[in-house]
């Protein structure tokens, strides 16, 4: 494997390799301005055309520090950011409300964070609401029809990622070549946490995806849809993909998409065989007492 | 096996996760599903050579609360801290479908069916999050069961118990956030980041981790009372919860999605001036927010009784 060019701590950049040249407006997101710049410096939001579609964009910012509330650095996600990006969600599904279904814009958040602000006063204030309120306009968002692409180019790590990622309808990365970086914690950490030693869990990453790092194990567990292999091929993926989401979407396959999709995705890669057999359990046992449950008139 | 009559008087804190499913439903209605007889154990931890549970740390049911049908979801701290790996997540993420299928199957069938008739979901959190032994497995049935909880919106009502010893923290911090209305004792705990984590962040003098006070002004059911983010603060026995679900049965979907603490525009428009006002005061302790909100005597909450505490207590309003 070659390794290539990082684009970790570079989600300014990869907007401007992604959308239309010179197409991006920075805090406009339908009839809502975010116009303090101080104001979640973390998160980027903004509007841009994608081969002249207009799309909702939501990426962090490297290099940005958050001056009220300090341990939002490096695209972390802090109390303020995680809101923003909520709004800026929101925005776009008020924009589109009585917009068709085939006209919903679509929704392309370039993954890049390490992390949810940990501290003190993001105890205090409830920094779970913060990044709970994102997740949930994504999902509604996706449930109305946006169709949305997540784009990891750099680190999708563990709760940041469920924030800013997973609840897309489909997920693309670039590949392992790139140092992308999708996992719950660093192997070395996990080893030291369950207290096994880190050779044993090397030699079973091989064999069964669910706790080794990386983009490929992702992959093959049906949590990411698709590796992109050059940094040119992540507009025409994001192009591709928004079209193939939209057609399921318009032919009501919904249930294709998103989490549960990747439920699926997970089953028919072999990466997650338990996930279906609790489905079909579960259901079987209640269909066999259900009517316990409804009225009896 | 416990008679359901004495489960109620227990400790919600020390009850098993069995016990709270089977005492929070009325007596002799819980039926479990995919339970221990059926030994669905994850392969994840055989395969490290770690023991398994039969339920895997994970108890789902439905029962009734009068007339009412309650999907059950409640986690058990003693195995693995209630973390949640890919049977668990897939246990927690189809119980709360069956709920929302068999709501638009009675809607379908009956064309009188009242509020009270509708099924709700009960989550009982107790837990950190993701189960690092099969963690890419865990991470993703969270943003699947974050999917459901947004599949319920306008349906099913959620609602979130929080009293025991793990709390509720990663990951599940966030789908607590986003259930409809959170329901805590004093003992339950919220939040996203553990304590160790913080100090490790933050530095012992700033967050000493090992100061159990300092831990539940920060992420206690009462702090989380007073921030608006817990509904209802009750005291700590089945019964209490019990009781208080029972109130909430057959209220109508509009009045749970009130109840949210976000969830839409508007609400986040509510919180994003709480977080204005954390950038204001840069609170040193959760107790300058509880002056803020009007205690003239912050401190002597911690301490006091439950009742009194409920009937002197000024929440925080932004």
Request: glycine letters at 12%; aromatic letters at 6%.
């Amino acid at each position: 494997m070659d390794m290539q060019e990082s684009m970790m701590g570079r989600g300014r950049d990869a907007i401007e390799m992604i959308v239309d040249a010179g197409s991006f407006a920075e805090g406009v997101v339908g009839a809502k301005s975010f116009d303090d710049p101080e104001f979640g410096p973390g998160a980027v939001v903004g509007t841009a055309t994608l081969q002249g579609t207009v799309c909702t964009i939501i990426a962090s910012d490297g290099g940005a520090m958050n001056e009220k509330f300090p341990v939002v650095y490096a695209g972390i996600i802090g109390l303020e950011e995680g809101y923003k990006m909520a709004e800026a969600v929101y925005a776009s599904i008020l924009e589109d409300a009585e917009k068709p279904l085939a006209e919903k814009r679509p929704l392309v958040l370039i993954v890049d964070t390490p992390g949810n602000g940990p501290g003190k006063v993001e105890e205090i204030f409830g920094m779970n609401k913060s990044t709970a309120a994102y997740q949930l306009a994504l999902a509604e968002a996706r449930l109305k029809g946006h169709p949305i692409i997540a784009m990891v180019i750099g680190r999708a790590i563990s709760g940041a990622f469920l924030c800013h990622g997973l609840q897309a309808d489909a997920i693309l990365s670039l590949d392992a070549q790139f140092g992308t970086m999708i996992h719950v914690m660093p192997l070395t950490s996990v080893s030291r946490i369950i207290r096994k030693d880190l050779e044993t869990l090397e030699v079973l990453s091989k064999q069964s995806a669910v706790f080794a790092a990386g983009p490929r194990f992702f992959h093959s567990l049906g949590g990411v849809e698709a590796l992109v292999e050059t940094l040119d091929g992540m507009r025409p993926a994001i192009v591709a993909r928004i079209a193939e989401v939209r057609a399921a979407k318009l032919e009501g396959r919904q249930d294709d998409l998103g989490p549960w999709g990747r439920g699926k995705l997970g089953e028919a890669r072999g990466g997650r065989i338990e996930r279906p057999r609790v489905i079909e359990m579960m259901s079987r046992d209640f269909a066999a007492v259900a009517d316990r449950y409804a009225p009896s008139r | 096996m416990t008679h359901w009559t004495d489960l109620q008087p227990r400790s919600f804190l020390e009850a098993s996760a069995r016990d709270r499913a089977i005492g929070l439903v009325d007596e002799g209605s819980f039926t479990e599903l995919a339970g221990p007889f059926d030994r669905v154990t994850s392969p994840h931890l055989a395969l490290l050579g770690d023991a398994v549970a039969f339920d895997d740390g994970i108890v789902t049911g439905v029962g009734k609360i009068g007339r009412t049908p309650v999907f059950v979801i409640s986690q058990e701290g003693r195995f693995i801290g209630g973390s949640v790996g890919e049977i668990g997540g897939a246990k927690m993420v189809t119980a709360i479908k069956l709920a929302i299928d068999f709501h638009d199957d009675l809607v379908a069938q009956f064309d009188d069916l009242d509020e009270e008739e509708k099924p709700l979901v009960v989550i009982s959190f107790e837990t950190g999050g993701v189960r690092l032994h099969e963690a890419n497995a865990g991470l993703l049935a969270h943003a699947e069961v974050m999917d459901q909880l947004q599949k319920a919106r306008g349906k099913v009502p959620v609602i979130a118990l929080i009293g025991s010893k793990v709390g509720a923290f990663g990951g599940m911090g966030f789908v607590a956030a986003a259930t409809d209305v959170i329901i805590m004792s004093e003992f339950g705990r919220l939040g996203l980041t553990g304590p160790e984590v913080i100090e490790q962040e933050m530095g012992k003098e700033e967050f000493d981790a090992s100061d159990r006070a300092l831990v539940y002004r920060t992420t206690g059911g009462r702090h989380k009372f007073i921030m608006g983010d817990a509904n209802f603060l009750v005291e700590n026995t089945v019964a209490a919860f019990r009781d208080q679900v029972s109130a909430l049965a057959g209220l109508s979907i509009e009045a749970f999605e009130e109840m949210r603490r976000i969830g839409s525009s508007a609400k986040v428009k509510a919180q994003l001036r709480a977080v204005a006002l954390a950038a204001e005061m840069q609170p040193g302790d959760a107790t300058d927010v509880w002056t803020r909100a009007g205690n003239t005597d912050a401190h002597a909450l911690i301490d006091l009784p439950l009742p009194e505490f409920l009937a002197t207590v000024r929440r925080l309003a932004v």
